[in-house]
């Protein structure tokens, strides 16, 4: 499988072990519309040409602070949790710069933090670059700085952003309240795509939950310029590359758009790397692309269940064993798991 994975990191063009200055900024409160159950902490990555300012938040250990400790009282080193999307705004529950996305519909950070885990929020380069005035649609938006990048980059603009999120892992572990044994990824849509592809060829990640990434370059946009355009592999499929993740524990979420019956093949395919004992749980919801809360809330669960560690105190959040069990429709398949909310 070691084979199989430098295949793909050279076929995206990943980079992954960049030595990029990270530049920590101070921590502070969270302030409205936030309540003060956590801390933020901006960190910029400062490659030439590709910095991105990214925030780290942290529960609180305030007096009075409301944030659950799922995961134990104030642990010296916590699981830690990155999440890859367009903007760090919309994570955080606060007006995105994007002007179709309202940004409490991804404010992913509160349930993380809620369940006693370090988050670190990493936006999306292109849209970093697009501009307050770039259309809303996706070729107005990012089709200019993806012909920027094809110009002057050998990598592909998916594994850019890969590259990224793994120089993200790497903060991380350098943290001294981070369990860098600990670290997972929770992604949806585009950030969907980053945990997948991050979790396939960066070992360290201990777990990650994936919303409607599309496994199937058939079943998504993976051939926009913006992601993988003339790249994308003639012999190929995302089953090879998501049965790199085994042995360790993946949940794919699928609404039933990029995600569901339709590629469920694949997920067969793919889930044979795991072998009998499973590993490859899959949840399916009938709410199309779009995160609901409840489904937000089991990928939570089940990411905290899977970083808390063996014999940890869960403070209530459900392991993922009692989360199966919990949902209606629950079943078993090839490989791992599946049930739906």
Same mark, same amino acid.
């Given at each position: %499988?070691?084979?199989v994975?430098?295949?793909?990191?050279?076929?995206?063009?990943?980079?992954?072990?960049?030595?990029?200055?990270?530049r920590?900024?101070?921590?502070?409160a969270?302030?409205?519309p936030?309540?003060?159950?956590?801390?933020?902490?901006?960190?910029?990555?400062?490659?030439?040409?590709?910095?991105?300012?990214?925030?780290?938040?942290?529960?609180?250990e305030?007096d009075?602070?409301? *944030?659950?400790?799922a995961?134990g009282p104030?642990?010296?080193?916590?699981?830690a949790?990155v999440?890859?999307?367009?903007?760090?705004e919309?994570?955080?529950?606060?007006?995105?710069p994007?002007?179709?996305?309202p940004?409490?519909?991804?404010?992913?950070?509160?349930?993380l933090?809620?369940?006693?885990?370090?988050? %670190?929020?990493v936006?999306?380069?292109?849209?970093?670059?697009?501009?307050?005035?770039?259309?809303?649609?996706?070729?107005?938006r990012?089709?200019p700085?993806?012909?920027?990048?094809?110009?002057t980059?050998?990598?592909?603009?998916?594994?850019?952003?890969?590259s990224?999120?793994?120089?993200?892992?790497?903060?991380?572990?350098?943290?001294?309240?981070v369990?860098?044994?600990?670290?997972?990824?929770?992604?949806?849509s585009?950030g969907?795509?980053?945990?997948?592809?991050? *979790?396939?060829?960066?070992?360290?990640v201990?777990?990650?939950?994936?919303?409607?990434p599309?496994?199937?370059?058939?079943?998504?946009n993976?051939?926009?310029?913006?992601?993988?355009?003339?790249?994308?592999p003639?012999?190929?499929?995302?089953?090879?590359?998501?049965?790199?993740?085994?042995?360790?524990?993946?949940?794919?979420?699928?609404?039933?758009?990029?995600?569901?019956?339709?590629?469920?093949?694949?997920?067969?395919?793919a889930?044979?790397?795991? &072998?009998?004992?499973g590993?490859?749980d899959?949840?399916?919801?009938?709410?199309?692309?779009?995160?609901?809360?409840?489904?937000?809330?089991?990928?939570?669960?089940?990411?905290?269940?899977?970083?808390?560690?063996? &014999?940890?105190?869960?403070?209530?959040t459900?392991?993922?064993?009692q989360l199966?069990?919990?949902?209606p429709?629950?079943?078993?398949?090839?490989?791992?798991?599946?049930?739906?909310?």
């Amino acid at each position: %499988m070691d084979e199989v994975r430098e295949w793909w990191v050279d076929r995206l063009g990943v980079d992954g072990r960049r030595d990029v200055p990270w530049r920590p900024g101070p921590e502070r409160a969270a302030g409205k519309p936030l309540d003060p159950r956590w801390t933020e902490q901006e960190v910029t990555l400062g490659a030439p040409g590709d910095e991105l300012t990214c925030v780290i938040v942290r529960p609180s250990e305030a007096d009075g602070a409301v *944030a659950r400790p799922a995961l134990g009282p104030a642990p010296a080193r916590r699981p830690a949790v990155v999440v890859p999307f367009y903007d760090v705004e919309s994570v955080l529950g606060r007006p995105s710069p994007r002007p179709t996305t309202p940004g409490a519909l991804h404010a992913f950070a509160a349930p993380l933090v809620e369940a006693g885990l370090v988050v %670190m929020v990493v936006p999306w380069w292109f849209e970093t670059v697009a501009g307050t005035d770039a259309p809303a649609d996706l070729d107005g938006r990012y089709g200019p700085a993806a012909a920027r990048h094809a110009a002057t980059r050998a990598d592909t603009p998916l594994g850019r952003s890969v590259s990224d999120v793994i120089a993200a892992v790497d903060h991380l572990r350098t943290l001294d309240d981070v369990d860098p044994g600990r670290i997972g990824l929770l992604g949806h849509s585009l950030g969907g795509k980053l945990t997948l592809v991050t *979790a396939a060829l960066d070992p360290r990640v201990a777990a990650a939950a994936a919303h409607e990434p599309g496994v199937g370059f058939a079943h998504s946009n993976w051939a926009a310029p913006w992601y993988l355009g003339e790249h994308v592999p003639k012999d190929r499929d995302l089953d090879e590359l998501l049965g790199l993740v085994a042995p360790r524990p993946f949940l794919l979420v699928g609404g039933g758009s990029s995600d569901g019956a339709h590629n469920r093949d694949l997920l067969a395919q793919a889930a044979a790397r795991w &072998g009998e004992g499973g590993g490859l749980d899959v949840l399916t919801h009938d709410g199309g692309h779009p995160v609901p809360p409840h489904v937000l809330a089991a990928c939570v669960a089940w990411l905290a269940g899977h970083l808390a560690g063996p &014999g940890a105190d869960t403070g209530g959040t459900p392991r993922p064993e009692q989360l199966v069990s919990t949902l209606p429709g629950a079943g078993t398949t090839a490989g791992g798991r599946a049930w739906h909310a």
